[in-house]
């Protein structure tokens, strides 16, 4: 037995040479993944930016990319590069030592000789092992004429490795509101949470992310539960937008290829549906269950030049029954998978399955040109008449031109869902978990457009201008009469229940990393029907005139919502 052991280590030590731990940086941490993506349309790296969370061991690669490229960086960049260099230089430090708040614990440690790194609460490595903690803590406070909100956050934040390929992570926060602002049905971008509901309009939540890893040269395997984001966008991705509260799943990443990257993974879904045959009596209660759900989905990237990309995958969310193993499959295209298990004929007896397509292209010089197309369902011989078409089409297509104008960066993007998108008549296989649509966040009916301005005068100051022109239609409940569903041929957002006319502006500072101060002001204009401003809108933003700082705006509806507040972690 200790001969086996011994040569699989031999094996690992011979194949595997490179430091692969596949730790990620959360999708919410936003200023390193615009840093990246503005080196990309400048062309001074190559990224794949249709899947996201970004692992440590990519940002690092790219950010050394860059480092090796600095006289194609304006002075900003150069300090953006080397202070975010302070983060990531830890997966380039071999020495043993450990510091509390910068404070070294190791008497031949000698800083002078060693590259510069982030202040942590806690960082400890050796030639094994590597660990750092660091605290979670933040709050924001926003005001507008109809009252006061607020939401406050705290917890703790571990990131370890061990050797060359494991790592591990755990983050822990908990979390209070008052004046509920995210809900399943509100049309909001913010992240989603599972609320336990307080008095006087409060609410507490906790969430826990983390995972382990196994990271080698050309690949990875994780099982995690954290959140996830596929599909280009600057304003919400329509693939998988990584919005609803995160949930565990399996994760296959391949790059065999310099021109080829493969992702896959299967998820347990929270269906929200109460199983009636698993519940029992317990006492004077009952104990519930629910249904379980799950979903699986892979996505091939090609690159075809060093600055094109094509994406292309699908995905499958199935209930009502234990892990299928033939979703346990990475290479599969599950929708004829589906077929050979449950038969074609009906939907009742069916999965809810979905393709897409991601398109991005960086070949025009400080320019990113992109698109995405999710297919829920569609018939080709039927597309084009109108009262038969069963087009359940989301798409988005977008343009961001960077440092045209220096440190300035400038982004279009429309966005359009057409009726039945993200939706199935069986409830427990919607596209959706703990409620919330996993796709885009206004859902079906609806289109966006979107115009952005971004400007960082100086390293770690963001100042941001987005506008933003929102509709939402009528949604339609699914019937059959007589043997005929009533999905086909519904009309774009023939009547619209909501809309939002919304202008942000927001300043943010980087003090030191993963510690921000930032503020915002919120113009919002949302009118339509009485029951669609009530299901997608908190009363938070009802209203017709805003007093700020003692003036009074005329606003025929608008919120102006001041926001500010201080984050240390992510």
């Not at 600095?70 to 997966?91: I, V």
């Not at 990237?301 to 346990?328: C, E, H, M, W």
Request: aromatic share 16%.
């Amino acid at each position: 037995m200790k001969k086996i052991v011994l040569l699989f280590l031999v094996f690992q030590s011979l194949c595997f040479t490179a430091f692969s731990q596949e730790i990620n940086k959360h999708i919410s941490y936003g200023t390193i993944y615009d840093y990246l993506d503005e080196l990309a349309n400048m062309r001074v790296i190559e990224l794949n930016s249709a899947v996201k969370p970004y692992s440590y061991k990519l940002i690092g690669e790219k950010l050394k990319e860059a480092e090796a490229k600095q006289e194609l960086l304006t002075k900003r960049q150069q300090k953006d590069l080397a202070f975010f260099l302070k983060d990531y230089n830890k997966l380039y430090d071999t020495d043993g030592h450990a510091n509390f708040l910068g404070k070294e614990f190791s008497k031949d440690y000698d800083p002078s000789k060693h590259l510069k790194k982030r202040l942590d609460l806690f960082y400890y490595k050796d030639s094994l092992f590597a660990f750092t903690l660091n605290p979670i803590i933040g709050a924001t406070y926003s005001e507008n004429k109809n009252g006061t909100a607020w939401h406050r956050w705290w917890g703790a934040e571990v990131n370890a490795t061990i050797g060359k390929h494991f790592g591990f992570y755990f983050n822990l926060r908990d979390n209070g509101v008052k004046n509920i602002l995210i809900g399943p049905n509100y049309l909001t971008q913010d992240p989603g949470a599972n609320l336990k509901p307080g008095s006087s309009n409060k609410a507490d939540f906790d969430e826990a992310r983390g995972g382990i890893t196994y990271g080698w040269k050309w690949g990875s395997i994780s099982l995690i539960k954290d959140n996830f984001e596929w599909g280009n966008n600057y304003n919400g991705a329509n693939i998988f937008s990584g919005r609803q509260p995160s949930f565990a799943y399996l994760h296959y990443k391949l790059k065999p290829a310099k021109w080829l990257e493969y992702n896959y993974i299967h998820g347990s879904l929270i269906s929200g549906i109460l199983d009636s045959s698993r519940t029992y009596g317990m006492g004077s209660s009952l104990r519930q269950d629910f249904i379980p759900k799950y979903m699986a989905a892979n996505l091939a990237t090609i690159r075809f030049t060093k600055k094109l990309f094509v994406s292309i995958g699908n995905s499958i969310v199935y209930a009502d029954k234990y892990i299928q193993p033939i979703y346990l499959i990475p290479f599969m295209f599950y929708p004829s998978a589906d077929h050979t298990q449950n038969g074609a004929g009906s939907n009742a007896v069916g999965e809810n399955s979905q393709m897409f397509l991601d398109v991005s292209c960086r070949n025009i010089p400080k320019t990113h040109l992109y698109g995405t197309l999710f297919v829920d369902e569609i018939n080709l011989s039927k597309m084009f008449v109108p009262h038969q078409q069963t087009n359940f089409l989301s798409f988005k297509a977008g343009v961001r031109f960077t440092n045209i104008i220096k440190n300035t960066a400038f982004t279009f993007e429309y966005t359009r869902t057409n009726p039945w998108v993200y939706v199935h008549p069986i409830s427990s296989i919607t596209f959706a978990s703990n409620n919330y649509n996993m796709g885009n966040y206004l859902g079906q009916n609806s289109d966006e457009l979107y115009g952005g301005i971004k400007i960082k005068p100086f390293r770690g100051v963001t100042l941001d201008a987005g506008f933003s022109w929102a509709k939402k239609g009528q949604v339609l409940a699914y019937q059959q009469i007589n043997g005929v569903n009533n999905n086909a041929g519904t009309p774009f957002m023939q009547n619209i229940q909501w809309q939002n006319k919304s202008l942000l502006l927001k300043a943010q500072y980087e003090i030191i990393n993963d510690v921000f101060i930032f503020a915002s002001c919120n113009f919002q204009e949302i009118i339509g029907t009485t029951y669609g401003i009530e299901t997608y809108s908190p009363a938070f933003y009802y209203g017709n005139t805003t007093t700020v700082n003692g003036v009074k705006v005329p606003t025929n509806g608008n919120t102006i919502t001041l926001t500010g507040g201080l984050n240390w972690g992510f």
